[in-house]
């Protein structure tokens, strides 16, 4: 049976997200499907420009904790 191309842009995107460490919630409608997009070229080994690695590495850094000590007091 075909995979829909929603399943699969789907698949894709949770592939990349575990491999940057990105989290989802921080993706709007927009930003997820530059993300895809992106995602799309690396899987068929397209070489990506500047501007696709700097858009990767800010939705990285979204991610990290601004202060990682402020969580460290939450677990303790």
């Known amino acids: 049976?075909?995979?829909?191309?929603y399943d699969q842009d789907e698949r894709v995107l949770k592939a990349g997200l575990e491999e940057f460490d990105i989290n989802e919630g921080i993706l709007n409608s927009f930003t997820k499907e530059k993300l895809?997009?992106?995602?799309?070229?690396?899987?068929?080994?397209?070489?990506?420009n500047a501007n696709q690695i700097r858009f990767i590495e800010d939705l990285q850094?979204?991610?990290?904790?601004?202060?990682?000590?402020?969580?460290k007091y939450v677990d303790e």
Do not use: H
């Open 1 to 5: 049976m075909l995979e829909s191309i």
């Open 36 to 48: 895809i997009k992106i995602l799309y070229l690396r899987r068929y080994e397209v070489p990506l």
């Open 61 to 71: 850094k979204q991610c990290e904790p601004i202060n990682p000590d402020a969580i």
